[in-house]
Structures are given as C-alpha cells and as structure tokens.
T-cell receptor, first 112, second 107 residues
Framework: DGGITQSPKYLFRKEGQNVTLSCEQNLNHDAMYWYRQDPGQGLRLIYYSQIVNDFQKGDIAEGYSVSREKKESFPLTVTSAQKNPTAFYLC???????????FGQGTRLTVV | SQQGEEDPQALSIQEGENATMNCSYKTSINNLQWYRQNSGRGLVHLILIRSNEREKHSGRLRVTLDTSKKSSSLLITASRAADTASYFCYNTDKLIFGTGTRLQVFP
C-alpha cells in the first residue's frame, strides 16, 4: 500500500530536549518536504530535499535540522534552539518539485 | 510574509450553494495547486493548474489562474456537508502555501 507515513502521531517534549519526527515514503518520490502548521494558520516550509544527500532551508529553518540519507526517509529534528516548537508538523513528498504532493497525517508536537 | 493571501478566511454556506475562495501571491506564479485539509489531518490534493491553463475543471471543482494578477480562484459547486474543511492554495514553484479558507457547509 503506497503512501507516506509519519510517526509518532503525538509527541511530547520537555523544554531543552531535542526530538526527531519520522517521515517515510514508499512512493519512490525524489522530493520530500517538512511543513509546520500553527493553529488556524497555513503551512510554512521548514526544509525540503530534491535528492538524496541534499536539502535546502525553507522559510523557518532556524531551530530545525534534517537529513536525507535514503530516498524514502526524511527525518526532522526539532532542537532545543527552536523557541516555540509546539505545532502540527506535516511531511510531504512528490515526484519532482512541480507535481502533486502527497502528505502524511502529521505529528502534533507539544512542549511540556 | 511569504505566504499567499486567501480570502475569505472563513465561509459558511448552506448545502447546494456554491463556494468561491480566492488566492493571491506577491511572488510570481507559474503552476498552482489546491489542497483540502480536514481538521487535524494531512492535506489532500484537489487540482493542479499550470501556467498555460486559465481554467480547469474536476468534478464539482472549477479553478482559474491569472498569472499576470498572481491570483487563482477555486469554485466548489453544489456544495455538500462533506465539503466542510480548510482549503489551501499552493504556489508550486515557490513552495508557498496560502493562509487558507475555512469552509463550513450546513445541511
């Protein structure tokens, strides 16, 4: 069953801790993306990757890091440097940048 | 802000009515997509319109694109309660979403 999977669905983090959000796709897509969504707002781009071992910063990359060691995986680490990490995080993939993107079901991160 | 502007921010209509939402960007648009998001869920792709297309239809959806005005519109005809969701435009080249329109359709 092809698709894009994010885990966990809910994540709680203590202040000062780093956490890693998982994103896996079996669609054989080259491009993958991470977005952040705050309540009642649109999505803002954190990082994106068009090819393995390469990624670019989006509009709000500060306090986040990513890796793209495998085509199917694009994990996002929320570091302690991110001042307001509580948000809904969405991962997506597409064949190339200019085509339909498929989204995961999201990870809701809460700092406690 | 790098986000596209959508209006209205919220729209409430009765079943059977049409819903129109508009999207505009400060940056150029070549290709544009529309997505739907049910509350607290991921996004679902609705339609992609390319720069050489001014209008596109898919079922009850009609999308227009005006690259000179850097704007697009989404029309949902004969709306249903199941259309209740948030709708986002997406500037494909710039990887920028709009701010979204929350649509509520009452039975």
């Amino acid at each position: 069953d092809g698709g894009i999977t994010q885990s966990p669905k809910y994540l709680f983090r203590k202040e000062g801790q780093n956490v890693t959000l998982s994103c896996e796709q079996n669609l054989n897509h080259d491009a993958m993306y991470w977005y952040r969504q705050d309540p009642g707002q649109g999505l803002r781009l954190i990082y994106y990757s068009q090819i393995v071992n390469d990624f670019q910063k989006g509009d709000i990359a500060e306090g986040y890091s990513v890796s793209r060691e495998k085509k199917e995986s694009f994990p996002l680490t929320v570091t302690s440097a991110q001042k307001n990490p509580t948000a809904f995080y969405l991962c997506a993939s597409s064949g190339v940048i200019d085509t339909e993107a498929f989204f995961g079901q999201g990870t809701r991160l809460t700092v406690v | 802000s790098q986000q596209g502007e959508e209006d209205p921010q919220a729209l409430s209509i009765q079943e059977g009515e049409n819903a129109t939402m508009n999207c505009s960007y400060k940056t150029s648009i070549n290709n544009l997509q529309w997505y739907r998001q049910n509350s607290g869920r991921g996004l679902v792709h609705l339609i992609l319109i390319r720069s050489n297309e001014r209008e596109k239809h898919s079922g009850r959806l009609r999308v227009t694109l005006d690259t000179s005005k850097k704007s697009s519109s989404l029309l949902i005809t004969a709306s249903r309660a199941a259309d209740t969701a948030s709708y986002f435009c997406y500037n494909t080249d710039k990887l920028i979403f709009g701010t979204g329109t929350r649509l509520q359709v009452f039975p």
